[in-house]
């Protein structure tokens, strides 16, 4: 009896890679849609006879929608589950993008953006989703994998939206594509063995009949019990009301998708309002200052290229297209050198942070194209390392029984960096060409002085006894 539970143990795992992987091809195809449209719609924009300033404004839509439902989004897929959030992301962003395929005015065109801004979120929960599956060491890893498969979809996207737009009506043909992709997406989300990635709640209590010695490791490690979402259970039982007992003795009470709406929103601002009254301003202020350093990094990069070593457009595209490539390779980098840290994230994240920073300056004071290069290649592998490091102590601090709730606030954080950026870019432009890039390496220093001061608050383990996310409500 006991080998047989002990056996259902490490089965489990093997089951729920199965969804992983199916997760990694949603991520890529999820970008890979999305990067066919975005090259393409300031053009069509002006096309339906928009002025820059019109064009401008239509343009910041998505960004401010994404800015206020990043986080409510993600804290209502905590509340009534991943997949029944992710299905309803998916099925209204490719409705968005289905209405984008019938724009032939500036109001349609507003319109079909709504419904994108306002739920394209499906990367965020695919996150939340993937770090309820595996455990706190396996996390870095599998993260570092789903950003590697959704950056190559990002790459790809462009070439094939590029093709199409050269046949006539290739942006509303772009269009519905991406929405058919939306589509498949959201079937093969349907389609996932979700029941075998769900762990039971009797099975809490299966690791005292457990007296192997690898099982009883499998266990304290978390790989069945410390990842029991209560989203997840609620999800097998949608009637079940009762709190259950999580990892850290937190506590999170189940909500059912067939909740009155008022419920439901009851409960996501509840645990919105527990992340913003947490101690983790200063992780989500770092993830601010180098997310508006490295927009500035490549704000302006093709006219410095241009100004400073009078490279043509066309030679600036294949050196951004390889610090893209490079960029998506280093997701695989990712689970390597946390090993290599020995899973610690607070470490690893300043050694990235202050080798970014010193990235951004060499680029700013390079005397030719080849410093540039090399410049690229590692700043390619810093960022990539940096996002992953941010998230997973995001998710260490405050409870992965609160990921959706932190990975939705850390995306509105970089939104507001994707509105700041601009703007400090176009500003010191006036004085050089050099302007944006050395205000960078200011904010990046401010980001590395912010966590030399905040870590030694931090456990061994970066966690915070302040952020109490899973308590109940």
Same mark, same amino acid.
């Given at each position: 009896?006991?080998?047989?539970?002990? #056996?259902?143990?490490?089965?489990?795992?093997?089951?729920?890679?199965?969804?992983?992987?199916?997760?990694?091809?949603?991520?890529?195809?999820?970008?890979? *849609?999305?990067?066919?449209?975005?090259?393409?719609?300031?053009?069509?924009?002006?096309?339906? %006879?928009?002025?820059?300033?019109?064009? *401008?404004?239509?343009?910041?839509?998505?960004?401010?929608?994404?800015?206020?439902?990043? $986080?409510?989004?993600? +804290? !209502?897929?905590?509340? &009534?589950?991943?997949?029944?959030?992710?299905?309803?992301?998916?099925?209204?962003?490719?409705?968005?993008?289905?209405?984008?395929?019938?724009?032939?005015?500036?109001?349609? =065109?507003?319109?079909?953006?709504?419904?994108?801004?306002?739920?394209?979120?499906?990367?965020?929960?695919?996150?939340?989703?993937?770090?309820?599956?595996? #455990?706190? #060491?396996?996390?870095?890893?599998?993260? %570092?994998?789903?950003?590697?498969?959704?950056?190559?979809?990002?790459?790809? /996207?462009?070439?094939?939206?590029?093709?199409?737009?050269?046949?006539?009506? *290739?942006?509303? $043909?772009?269009?519905?594509?991406?929405?058919?992709?939306?589509?498949?997406?959201?079937?093969?989300?349907?389609?996932?063995?979700?029941?075998?990635?769900?762990?039971?709640?009797?099975?809490?209590? @299966?690791?005292?009949?457990?007296?192997?010695?690898?099982?009883?490791?499998?266990?304290?490690? *978390?790989?069945?019990?410390?990842?029991?979402?209560?989203?997840?259970?609620?999800?097998?039982?949608?009637? +079940?009301?009762?709190?259950?007992?999580?990892?850290?003795?937190?506590? !999170?009470?189940?909500?059912?998708?067939?909740?009155?709406?008022?419920?439901?929103?009851?409960? &996501?601002?509840?645990?919105?309002?527990? &992340?913003?009254?947490?101690?983790?301003?200063?992780?989500?202020?770092?993830?601010?200052?180098?997310?508006?350093?490295?927009?500035?990094?490549?704000?302006?990069?093709?006219?410095?290229?241009?100004?400073?070593?009078?490279?043509?457009?066309?030679?600036?595209?294949?050196?951004?297209?390889?610090?893209?490539?490079?960029?998506?390779?280093?997701?695989?980098?990712?689970?390597?050198?946390?090993?290599?840290? %020995?899973?610690?994230?607070? $470490?690893?994240?300043?050694?990235?942070?202050?080798?970014?920073?010193?990235?951004?300056?060499?680029?700013?004071?390079?005397?030719?194209?080849?410093?540039?290069?090399?410049? @690229?290649? =590692?700043?390619?592998?810093?960022? +990539?390392? /940096?996002?992953?490091?941010?998230?997973?102590?995001?998710?260490?601090?405050?409870?992965?029984?609160?990921?959706?709730?932190?990975? %939705?606030?850390?995306?509105?954080?970089?939104?507001?960096?994707?509105?700041?950026?601009?703007?400090?870019?176009?500003?010191?432009?006036?004085?050089?060409?050099?302007?944006?890039?050395?205000?960078?390496?200011?904010?990046?220093?401010?980001?590395?002085?912010?966590?030399?001061?905040?870590?030694?608050?931090?456990?061994?383990?970066?966690?915070?006894?302040?952020?109490?996310?899973?308590? +109940?409500?």
């Amino acid at each position: 009896m006991n080998n047989h539970k002990c #056996s259902t143990l490490f089965q489990r795992p093997r089951r729920r890679s199965r969804i992983i992987q199916c997760i990694y091809v949603v991520g890529f195809m999820d970008l890979f *849609g999305v990067s066919m449209i975005i090259p393409l719609l300031s053009h069509h924009v002006k096309a339906l %006879g928009a002025s820059p300033t019109v064009a *401008g404004i239509v343009g910041s839509t998505y960004g401010i929608l994404q800015l206020f439902s990043s $986080t409510i989004v993600g +804290s !209502w897929s905590d509340v &009534v589950g991943r997949r029944y959030s992710l299905l309803t992301c998916l099925l209204l962003s490719a409705f968005g993008y289905g209405l984008l395929g019938m724009s032939s005015s500036i109001a349609l =065109f507003v319109l079909a953006r709504i419904p994108v801004g306002l739920f394209k979120h499906s990367l965020s929960i695919c996150r939340a989703l993937l770090s309820d599956l595996v #455990s706190d #060491s396996e996390r870095p890893l599998v993260m %570092g994998h789903f950003n590697a498969a959704s950056s190559v979809g990002f790459i790809l /996207g462009p070439v094939v939206g590029g093709y199409l737009t050269e046949h006539e009506g *290739g942006f509303y $043909t772009s269009s519905f594509t991406c929405a058919a992709i939306f589509i498949i997406n959201a079937g093969l989300v349907s389609m996932l063995p979700w029941s075998e990635a769900l762990v039971h709640l009797n099975d809490n209590n @299966s690791s005292k009949d457990c007296h192997d010695n690898n099982c009883r490791k499998l266990v304290q490690n *978390g790989i069945h019990a410390n990842k029991l979402h209560p989203v997840n259970t609620a999800e097998t039982d949608p009637g +079940s009301k009762a709190p259950e007992k999580l990892r850290g003795g937190l506590r !999170w009470r189940k909500v059912s998708l067939l909740q009155p709406a008022w419920r439901q929103l009851s409960s &996501v601002i509840s645990k919105i309002h527990i &992340v913003a009254s947490s101690d983790m301003w200063d992780l989500f202020l770092v993830r601010l200052l180098m997310a508006i350093a490295i927009m500035l990094y490549y704000s302006n990069f093709s006219l410095a290229m241009e100004e400073r070593f009078s490279l043509k457009p066309k030679v600036t595209g294949y050196l951004i297209s390889y610090s893209s490539t490079l960029g998506a390779l280093a997701g695989f980098l990712v689970g390597p050198v946390t090993k290599l840290y %020995g899973n610690n994230m607070p $470490t690893l994240l300043l050694h990235s942070t202050i080798l970014t920073c010193l990235l951004i300056l060499l680029y700013a004071a390079a005397p030719n194209v080849w410093q540039v290069l090399l410049t @690229s290649t =590692f700043f390619a592998i810093s960022t +990539s390392i /940096g996002r992953t490091c941010i998230t997973d102590l995001e998710l260490q601090r405050g409870g992965v029984q609160a990921s959706g709730t932190l990975i %939705g606030a850390g995306q509105s954080v970089t939104a507001v960096g994707r509105i700041l950026a601009p703007l400090l870019s176009g500003l010191t432009q006036e004085f050089s060409p050099c302007g944006p890039p050395s205000l960078g390496v200011v904010l990046a220093l401010a980001a590395v002085g912010l966590l030399l001061i905040r870590i030694p608050n931090w456990d061994g383990r970066g966690l915070t006894k302040a952020a109490k996310l899973g308590k +109940s409500e």
